[in-house]
């Protein structure tokens, strides 16, 4: 009988560790100070890394500079503009968000 409970218990922390990742991806991640709040669903990361990394080339061939205008859309479509540096800042506070709700999920 203790087994069945062990394995119930173990159960049920896996169930409410998964519900709170579905609950942390649902909500999205909000960019502070701004506020605005990125989607964190499958295709929205897919989109980010590769703009990031898109970014990331064009500011090492020189063809942007930290300054120059980026436009990243919210949850809703709300299109806003931020400097490639805090762009860069952004995209990498969003991974590790996601980073930091897949790890609690996995422990």
Known sequence: MDEIQSKMVEYDATRARQL????????????????????????????????????KEALELGMITSETPQLIADHTGTRHEVTTLRFRQIMVAYGLHYKSLWDARTA
Do not use: C, H, K, W
Request: glycine share 8%; hydrophobic share 55%; proline share 6%.
């Open 20 to 55: 709170a990742f579905n609950q942390g991806i649902a909500s999205g991640f909000t960019v502070q100070p701004e506020g605005f709040t990125l989607r964190l669903e499958d295709a929205d990361r897919a989109a980010f890394a590769p703009m990031l990394a898109l970014v």
